[in-house]
């Protein structure tokens, strides 16, 4: 019955995904953030390669790309069968897959923790309070923002569960793992030979 919204809402919310804020701000201050740093135009290479207010500029951005598609659903589906909950879930792992793998980069794109954090906030605020929580003290204790990243992923499936969310947002967590896990793959492996980049702590 609805299966024509679940098509229009998946493309839709793939082509929002697909815009790279990050690509678009190096552009401007001529560098191709895709050949910097790791190679991903997420906040993490934005801020090692642009400085620290570029990154955050981008960060906040990402979020909101993960979060405002959830809002749009929300007014303008009725909580029906949780129908709103699984179309904002459908909305925000396309833009996710967009953010992750950009139609107009040549399917490159960022690690997807900022729109999910944003995704997070719209559909299962009290998982991302505890993913946060733990990215903090795992960014405190190592300094290094990928173990972080992955460990605040990891949770989210532990925590959708324990708070009782739907299964579509379960199903939502498992899928963001599949894709953040995906795009770490050379953090992990060079997590594994120890050679990650640290950020240092300020003096």
Known sequence: MYWHWYIIIILASYLVGSLSFGAFLAR????????????????????????????????????????????????????ENYLNIRLAVLGLVGVLIGHSFSIF????????????MGGLLAIMPNTLVVGIFLWLVIFHATRIVSIASLCFAASTILTSYLFSYPNDCIAYAVIINVIIFWQHRTNIVRLLNGTEYKFTKKS
Request: proline residues 3%; without cysteine; charged residues 15%.
């Open 105 to 116: 980069h040549r399917f490159r794109g960022g690690k997807g923790i900022a729109s999910t």
């Open 28 to 79: 401007i201050k001529g560098v191709d953030i895709f050949s910097a740093g790791s190679g991903s135009s997420g906040a993490t290479n934005v801020k090692r390669t642009l400085g620290g207010n570029a990154g955050s500029l981008v960060f906040v951005l990402d979020f909101l790309k993960g979060y405002v598609p959830s809002l749009v659903v929300a007014k303008n589906f009725p909580e």
